[in-house]
């Protein structure tokens, strides 16, 4: 059994691949901490452009789109030829998403939280379950074979990435 | 098997498909339908959450009031969670942990699915009566022979039986409706199986999205809904084989 497990680590380490050294400048992402405030910046906003689509969901005349760790895209789909974003809330380090009888759960940091979206034009923030998701530090971008600036345990948790030019995309996965 | 392949096996949410698909008037009282890559799902009066390693249950009887119920330890690298009726697939980079969830509050892991030739880096599923359909990525620095939709027996949940494996480019996620199957590939594009015959999928379309590649779908009742890399696609289904472009929201 210590030896399976031994296997298993192994292979599961083998995946986030190390680059022998820092290359040339090339495009990859870049790790952003968690700073002081950020949880705190929760509500609806502006419809706004999307830069790092995630996961999907549907309810009702509702499609819902995860922008990556920072929140969702609520979509109206009243007339599907026609859909059109009509807001934005934010939710910092949201991944998730899931509704059942006009609420809305997420992932904000490492809480649950509950919107009642009954009035989906304002989305009313219901209930928190602090530290519901100890786990939440993300250790790899979102996207598949990506070279990426290895994370720093010192600078705090990661709660989103960047796709920028880096000079020492040292990592890959 | 011959291949070396892993199995990622998880079921669509069913329930809620269907339920939409039953209910012109959606009932307040529902859930929505997620994509094959979720990491949330509720069934019936119970939200399921997997992080890296926990399967958690929280009851929300009172959906304003989520009650946390238990976590229980599942194992590495865990990635996506689908109901199939009174079972939760949970799948991670290396197996499938099958848990029954007869009594909703306390599920009980029944077994897991496992390739005997290893192979790491998969992705999500989507099953349904008496298949399961998974789509195996062999891109990326973690090796491999090839990519493919695999596809399962699961009459017996507890162990699968590979049944076919149709090559793909490098698949991520999937979702079916009635016996037409849609399979997002980063090279053939949204990819249409017919699966009137469950275990051998017959291919009938395939599309491409300018400058996008599809990551997930779900199919809720005539709509397609496509999380590609710029954004949601969104496409008429009315036509099941044969999905018609609406709009890209970006």
């Known amino acids: ?173 | 098997m011959k291949q070396q392949i892993i199995v990622l096996i998880a079921a669509i949410i069913l329930f809620g498909c269907e339920k939409a698909a039953e209910n012109a008037s959606f009932s307040a009282g529902g859930n929505g339908t997620g994509g094959s890559m979720a990491r949330f799902t509720i069934v019936g009066n119970h939200l399921y959450t997997v992080d890296k390693s926990n399967l958690k249950v929280f009851e929300i009887s009172d959906p304003a009031q989520p009650v946390f119920k238990r976590s229980v330890p599942v194992g590495f690298e865990i990635e996506t969670i689908f109901p199939f009726k009174d079972k939760l697939f949970i799948g991670s980079t290396s197996v499938v942990h099958i848990f029954s969830i007869a009594d909703p509050a306390n599920p009980q892991k029944q077994g897991e699915a496992i390739s005997p030739e290893f192979m790491r880096r998969c992705d999500p599923v989507v099953a349904k009566d008496t298949v399961a359909y998974a789509t195996l990525r062999t891109t990326g620095p973690c090796g491999g022979t090839r990519s493919v939709l695999a596809v399962y027996d699961v009459r017996n949940v507890q162990q699968p039986v590979h049944r076919n494996a149709i090559t793909l480019g490098a698949p991520y996620g999937l979702g079916y409706t009635g016996n037409t199957l849609y399979v997002c590939d980063q090279l053939q594009g949204l990819v249409v199986y017919d699966i009137t015959q469950a275990y051998a999928p017959v291919q009938v379309n395939s599309l491409l999205l300018t400058g996008n590649d599809f990551i997930d779908v779900i199919p809720f009742n005539n709509l397609l809904v496509a999380w590609v890399s710029k954004g949601m696609a969104l496409y008429n289904i009315t036509d099941k084989a044969n999905p018609a472009f609406l709009t890209l929201i970006d």
């Open chain 1, 1 to 173: 059994m210590r030896y399976v497990l031994l296997l298993l680590l192994s292979g599961l380490a083998a995946c986030v691949q190390p680059r022998n050294e820092a290359g040339p400048s090339m495009m990859g992402y870049a790790p952003v901490y968690l700073t002081g405030q950020t949880s705190n910046n929760i509500g609806m906003s502006a419809a706004r452009a999307t830069k790092y689509p995630g996961k999907i969901y549907a309810y009702q005349q509702w499609l819902f789109q995860v922008e990556q760790y920072r929140g969702i895209h609520i979509i109206d789909n009243s007339n599907p030829q026609q859909a059109h974003k009509m807001g934005f809330l934010e939710i910092p380090s949201c991944t998730e998403i899931a509704i059942k009888a006009n609420h809305l759960y997420t992932n904000n940091l490492d809480d649950l939280v509950v919107f009642d979206i009954s009035n989906i034009g304002a989305p009313q923030l219901v209930k928190r379950l602090d530290g519901a998701f100890p786990q939440f530090s993300q250790e790899y971008p979102p996207v598949p074979s990506a070279y990426f600036e290895c994370p720093d345990p010192s600078k705090g948790l990661v709660i989103a990435w960047e796709e920028k030019l880096l000079d020492n995309a040292k990592c890959r996965r």
